[in-house]
């Protein structure tokens, strides 16, 4: 899916903890909101690692904070809603062969699964899709 169209910088207020965003930052152009910061992948050595981004804001509301604060920023344009299963691959545990996706993009919502407990209903319901126990 290609989107279209120009999108404003999503209000720091109106974030969706654990949700996926397509942005600008300093390390990468897609971060997760942790509720805090952004978790974004970049490179130090050659080698791929986690790096914290804070939420973007212009300079001039910067002013007073250590500067370090304004390092390694992320602007959120649009956030990317993982789907829904709608067909689990009967082969492989919790793999899905068919995801469905909103027809209108930017419409994501906080994902339950990131939670323990969303982590044991996906578990049991990839488990009841193929017939185990």
Known sequence: MIITGNKKQIPREILLEGTWYVGRGRNSNFGLWTGTYFLTIGSSMGNAV???EAYYTPK???VGEP???SWGTFQ???ALDDGDVL???DESY???KTLKFPSKAGKAKPDPNWTL???KRLKASAKRALGRK
């Open 67 to 69: 500067p370090e604060e």
């Open 50 to 52: 986690a790096k914290h």
């Open 117 to 119: 407990e969303g982590q």
């Open 87 to 89: 067909e689990f691959d």
């Open 60 to 62: 001039a509301e910067c």
């Open 94 to 96: 919790g793999y899905a």
């Open 76 to 78: 959120p344009f649009l």
